[in-house]
């Protein structure tokens, strides 16, 4: 995940890309005023029992509501990773952002085991292409 988080964050942040300000949040600490605030997201977990991790589902529950009205037709991109799982942890993801109204900017990114380096690069496109749909 660590290595998919860098490749996801080095893409966003692209010197090319401008006008964006890339702002990084751990889930377990996200607000929905953070959330708010933000005009697209980058969303990257972990499959955990065929789900998505627990930080991102008590990111979910704590800004769903605030945000329903507020987010909708905000681009995202989800990246991945497990051993097996993946289509549920893909899948549950999906059903929350559908809720939400948000876009998705570009194909998931979904690992097993060991990103390899066209893994990494795919990451890489994908905080890129959101990121580049939100220059101003």
């Known amino acids: ?13 692209d010197p090319e890309i ?7 949040r751990a889930a377990l600490t996200l607000a929905p005023a953070e959330m708010l605030a933000a005009d697209g997201y980058l969303l ?8 998505m991790s627990g930080a991102l589902k008590h990111a979910f529950d704590t800004c ?9 037709g905000r681009p995202y991109g989800l990246y991945v990773h497990g051993n097996e799982g993946t289509e ?10 559908t809720g939400l109204g948000w876009v998705q900017a570009a194909d998931s990114i979904v690992v097993r ?9 795919r990451c890489w496109e994908l905080g890129a292409t959101v990121a580049a749909q939100l220059m101003e």
Not at 1 to 12: C, I
Not at 113 to 121: E, M, R, S, T, Y
């Open 88 to 97: 549920g942890a893909e899948r549950s993801v999906a059903t929350v952002t």
């Open 113 to 121: 085991g060991k990103p390899a380096k066209d893994d990494l690069q």
């Open 1 to 13: 995940m660590q290595e998919m988080f860098e490749a996801v964050l080095a893409g966003a942040s």
């Open 44 to 51: 990257g977990t972990p499959a955990n029992l065929g789900y």
């Open 64 to 72: 769903y509501y605030p945000c329903l009205d507020s987010t909708r």
């Open 18 to 24: 401008e006008g964006v300000e890339v702002v990084r």
